[in-house]
């Protein structure tokens, strides 16, 4: 099953960056205008602003401090015109404008270095998101990504806690994540993740499947459930309260903003692509009866729901969300990024 793909010439963006990485960057920036001259859009501006980054790189080797500073301003300028997209090209274009406005300042001050680009690029790619108090190295994720890039697929683990657990919300994460989706992206996600998910392919036609663990729909009714009244009046008043971290092994701070901010959003997204749900029937966290509730709504020919014996762990089981994830990447024809090469 084939979803539309960007026409940009991957190999030959992936031979540029083989060159910018190897202190090629004149070659880079000849193999990268190659694609440019046919592009259009915001991969257009994404393919010259990475040639301009090439460029200022030449000009440093060069000696030419004032080219290596005009050539970064209009590699900036030509993100700005990306049409404020967080990700294009498989690309994170967030942090890429940070490594270049930090290039911009210190080869200002006399102390330019090459900004990093990614080693690889292409238009398919996975995105596995963790749960509340968790983190990219969990039990399930442990389970599930080494399997996926050992058949060559790239595989994204976004750290939803960013350095700041405490003003962890829903946006924020909306927002990161966002920066990881590639031309076709499948989502796989564990209880907020898996909520997280559903949110995203919602509206992003970028996202062409997902694989959903005890998905923690109606997330701030769970919160109110779990803490009980009491503590959301406490924590509302104290605008934080302390939570199991999981990831970090102690208890973490966590801002009332994200039950603000959690009331914004639908608590049970529609489901528009292709769904894979492993539900356990024991989780005491996200009850499987509401998530069949969900589920049901949706159109069968989309959704398959599976419910095991099992919590909301899936110790037991999280093989099936696996094999449900290559299967997805199989039914698209996923490309690894090593074969879009030269």
């Known amino acids: 099953m084939n979803a539309t793909r960007s026409h940009c010439d991957y190999a030959a963006i992936n031979e540029g960056l083989r060159l910018y990485a190897g202190g090629e960057a004149w ?3 000849e193999a990268w205008e190659s694609v440019w001259r046919d592009a259009v859009g915001p991969e257009r501006a994404v393919l010259q602003a990475m040639i301009q980054t090439a460029a200022a790189v030449h000009k440093h080797r060069q000696g030419v401090s004032a080219g290596v500073l005009k050539n970064l301003e209009k590699a900036l300028a ?4 990306a049409n ?3 990700s294009c ?3 994170d274009l967030v942090g890429l404008e940070a490594r270049l406005r930090r290039a911009l300042a210190a080869a200002a001050a006399g102390a330019f270095s090459a900004p990093a680009l990614a080693d690889a690029t292409g238009p398919d790619g996975f995105v596995y998101l963790h749960g ?4 990219p190295s969990s039990f399930k994720a442990s389970r599930i990504v080494p399997e996926l890039r050992a058949r060559g697929w790239s595989v994204a683990t976004p750290d939803l806690n960013q350095d700041d657990f405490s003003s962890l919300t829903i946006s924020r994460a909306l ?4 920066r ?3 031309d076709r992206t499948i989502l796989i996600g564990s209880s907020l993740g898996g909520y997280l998910a559903a949110l995203l392919q919602q509206n992003d036609h970028r996202v062409v499947a997902t694989v959903l663990m005890a998905p923690a729909f109606d997330f701030v009714a769970r919160l109110r459930e779990r803490h009980g009244a009491a503590t959301l009046e406490a924590w509302a008043r104290d605008d934080a309260i302390e939570v199991d971290h999981y990831g970090y092994g102690r208890p973490a701070s966590i801002r009332y903003e994200l039950v603000i901010d959690a009331e914004k959003y639908p608590p049970r997204p529609a489901l528009r692509v292709p769904t894979y749900v492993l ?3 024991n989780d005491d966290v996200v009850p499987a009866a509401m998530v069949a509730e969900t589920i049901a709504t949706a159109p069968r020919n989309l959704v398959t729901y599976e419910e095991v014996e099992d919590d909301h762990a899936l110790a037991e089981t999280v093989d099936r969300a696996a094999r449900a994830s290559a299967a997805f990447g199989e039914r698209f024809e996923f490309r690894s990024d090593a074969a879009l090469t030269r």
């Open 27 to 29: 070659a880079a920036h």
């Open 78 to 81: 030509n993100l700005a015109r």
């Open 279 to 281: 539900q356990g029937r």
């Open 84 to 86: 404020g997209r967080p």
């Open 132 to 135: 509340f108090a968790s983190s």
């Open 89 to 91: 090209l498989g690309l």
């Open 180 to 182: 990881h989706l590639r």
């Open 175 to 178: 927002r990161q994540i966002r």
